[in-house]
């Protein structure tokens, strides 16, 4: 885009890229002299990434190194520290180094972390936790972000070329700015219950758009989808009809105080001592009856069970014939 300031600029061309993000070299620096002030910034780490911390800190270092930023792990505080050196010459490296550190403490492995430092790369920590009071429907909304074996947060990653991962209550996410600006739309309206494949579907028209030349000045609106928002009706638990109590116009009988109990089983006029020995063997019958409940359930399984008496098939038409023969001589006597 050619200025329109009437004073001419002959290096004001439009074949320049204004968006490109030229890398700051030393001799950027003009007066080549260390900054005034020492800047620097902290993290705090959760407990358990403090032993793979401790694994990848000299890879860190030797990173940090090549922008001649300082940096130190504190394990006892549980803390990271990055600040610049007399060394450093690019005043905004120090701001990539502390997206580097906080990537690192929200569990981005170390190799997607470092890629922070390169000109064109950036990153958002996006909190979710506290958008959901329900902890059983924060867990729900999370899980619909990552979706079924991860295939819709892969899906993101594919149209916002971005990284993203989600985290306890974070959601990190590192990428190109525009990518980033649509990563925190999809998470904010997935956690406030708005399911991230109607901006997935839109996100995909808009690529699909964005490659022909001749929609490059045109509105875009009536190629994308208009989902509209529908309360579902969910069934009414059935309310239990309670059965009218008979009207009488006396109050109830008044219940007995503790105090009135006690002295009808004589226990208020006991001593303290009398009433913890009653109490022990109360507790004491108890547990006999208990044990013997358990005894018995585990007899159970010891018991025979009813077996039907076997009757051979061999010896029951001999005891007929038996029975025939008696019946022979009884004739015989006759």
């Known amino acids: 885009m050619v200025s329109t300031n009437n004073k001419d600029k002959p290096w004001d ?34 407990k358990y990434r403090e032993k793979y911390l401790k694994s990848i800190w000299n890879s860190v270092t030797r990173a940090l190194d090549k922008h001649h930023i ?22 905004a490296v120090i701001l990539k180094a502390r997206d580097l550190i906080k990537l690192l403490a929200r569990s981005v492995p170390f190799p997607q972390a470092v890629k922070i430092l390169e000109d064109d790369m ?48 974070t959601v990190s996410v590192m990428g190109p700015f525009k990518g980033l600006k649509e990563v925190r739309r999809v998470v904010e309206d997935c956690m406030k219950n708005v399911h991230p494949i109607y901006h997935i579907k839109e996100l995909m028209i808009k690529r699909e758009l964005a490659k022909k030349p001749e929609l490059a000045n045109e509105d875009w ?23 009218k109590k008979v009207y009488t116009p006396f109050p109830p009988a008044q219940l007995p105080r503790k105090v009135d109990l006690e002295i009808e089983s004589g226990e208020y ?20 009856e208990k044990q013997k409940e358990r005894d018995t359930e585990r007899q159970k399984d010891y018991i025979a069970p009813k077996e039907e008496k076997y009757s051979s098939s061999i010896s029951r038409p001999a005891k007929k014939e038996k029975k025939s023969h008696h019946d022979d001589e009884d004739s015989v006597e006759e």
């Not at 006892?76 to 450093?88: D, I, N």
């Not at 609106?221 to 059965?243: Q, T, Y």
């Not at 006029?269 to 006999?288: D, M, N, P, T, Y």
């Open 13 to 46: 061309t439009p074949d320049i890229d204004k968006w490109t993000i030229e890398e700051f070299k030393p001799e950027d620096n003009a007066s080549g002299l260390p900054f005034m002030e020492e800047s620097s910034f902290m993290t705090l780490f959760p």
């Open 70 to 91: 300082g940096c130190t792990l504190d394990l006892v505080e549980g803390s990271m520290t990055v600040k610049t050196t007399r060394k450093t010459y690019d005043p």
């Open 122 to 169: 950036a990153c958002d920590v996006i909190k979710i936790g506290n958008v959901v009071t329900n902890k059983e429907r924060f867990v729900k909304r999370r899980q619909r972000l990552v979706g079924p074996n991860g295939n819709t947060l892969k899906a993101l990653e594919l149209l916002t070329k971005c990284y993203i991962l989600v985290q306890g209550n």
């Open 221 to 243: 609106s009536r190629f994308l989808p208009m989902f509209k928002k529908r309360n579902v009706a969910r069934k009414k638990p059935k309310k239990i009809r309670k059965e």
């Open 269 to 288: 006029f006991l001593s303290k001592r009398e009433k913890e020995i009653k109490r022990r063997e109360e507790r004491k019958e108890h547990q006999e």
